[in-house]
């Protein structure tokens, strides 16, 4: 992990549960389906596929994978980073409003 990633509080190991894991994999095939579908199936239906479409197929999963990890880990950081609600006594005088 470099020292900025650390010094954002960022742990890649919170991708690493079980929970997250599921929802950016099933994102990332429904995704990477989809992606390659529409960009490769042309080839891959005619019988003209490469290595290289298959290469791009591959990819259109890892994409979608990597980038929903990396929404998971800045929201996270985004979380942490907001302020907790400001407490009642907090507030100044002014704008205390005191039961009756």
Do not use: K, Y
């Amino acid at each position: 992990m470099t020292r900025a990633a650390r010094a954002a509080g960022l742990r890649p190991s919170a991708t690493a549960r079980p929970h997250h894991l599921r929802r950016t994999v099933l994102l990332s095939l429904v995704v990477g389906l989809l992606l390659c579908t529409i960009n490769q199936l042309g080839l891959i239906l005619a019988g003209r596929a490469t290595a290289a479409t298959w290469l791009r197929c591959g990819l259109d999963f890892v994409v979608p994978f990597t980038v929903s990890n990396l929404g998971l880990l800045a929201g996270r950081a985004g979380a942490r980073d907001r302020a907790p609600a400001a407490e009642p006594d907090a507030l100044p005088a002014a704008t205390r409003v005191e039961p009756r």
